[in-house]
């Protein structure tokens, strides 16, 4: 079954700490997307991928890096967190050449103290 | 450039009253359209897509929408609510080509079904 899986689910972080957040699709899209989602700003691009080896900077990519080591992977990392990074963050693939709908994994909980 | 809009931040019906969330979208090369749904402290569910063909769409639980190319509008609609469709509903436009496609999002309609 077609899926994207989030890990971690939740994570506290401290204020300069690393943190990276996975993503795995089992659905051979080609594009992968990381957002945030805060309280009246909806969901904001920060990293896309168009497939292995490809990252491009979304709308919000300060402080933020991506990694896409493969077709199944997309990563996304704080180098040094910060509490303005608290959020929830979602990883999306989709492909809609194949009439594949974007799917959504059930987010990360990311607070930064 | 592209864009969605959903020009209603929060709507309030009655339980079994009909539905209709708009949504607007800018965008010159042929869209592919989505609508997701996200309950509380969940991820993004998928309600229906529009790719080609027929202009009104079905989806899961009652929900269907129609596309109109003259009107760049993606209107869901349900024709009787239950409380569990409270919940906020995103509509989406997936732009791009040649395998390289960003996604597009509105910026969210709160739904409140009154029992």
């Known amino acids: 079954e077609a899926a994207v899986t989030q890990s971690p689910r939740n994570k506290v972080a401290v204020t300069g700490g690393k943190v990276t957040l996975s993503c795995n699709q089992t659905?051979?899209?080609?594009?992968m997307y990381w957002y945030r989602q805060d309280t009246g700003h909806g969901l904001r691009l920060i990293h896309y991928?168009?497939?292995?080896?490809?990252?491009e900077k979304g709308d919000i990519p300060d402080g933020y890096k991506a990694s896409r080591p493969s077709q199944e992977n997309f990563s996304l990392i704080l180098e040094l967190a910060t509490p303005s990074q608290t959020s929830v963050y979602f990883c999306?693939?989709?492909?809609?050449?194949?009439?594949?709908?974007?799917?959504f994994g059930e987010g990360t909980r990311l607070s930064v103290l | 450039a592209q864009s969605v809009t959903q020009p209603d931040a929060r709507v309030t019906v009655s339980e079994g009253a009909s539905l209709q969330l708009r949504c607007k979208y800018s965008?010159?090369?042929?869209?592919?359209l989505f609508w997701y749904v996200q309950y509380p402290r969940q991820g993004l569910q998928l309600l229906l897509k529009?790719?080609?063909?027929?202009?009104v769409v079905q989806g899961v639980n009652g929900f269907e929408a129609e596309f109109s190319k003259s009107n760049s509008s993606f209107h869901l609609r349900k024709a009787s609510v239950h409380w569990s469709d409270s919940a906020v509903y995103f509509c989406?436009?997936?732009?791009?080509?040649?395998?390289?496609?960003?996604?597009?999002f509105g910026s969210g309609t709160q739904l409140t079904v009154m029992p």
């Open positions: 991928s168009y497939g292995a080896g490809s990252t």
């Open positions: 989406v436009l997936s732009a791009g080509s040649s395998g390289s496609w960003q996604l597009i």
């Open positions: 529009y790719y080609s063909g027929d202009p």
């Open positions: 659905n051979n899209h080609n594009n």
């Open positions: 965008y010159s090369g042929t869209p592919y």
């Open positions: 999306a693939s989709g492909d809609p050449r194949n009439n594949q709908a974007p799917l």
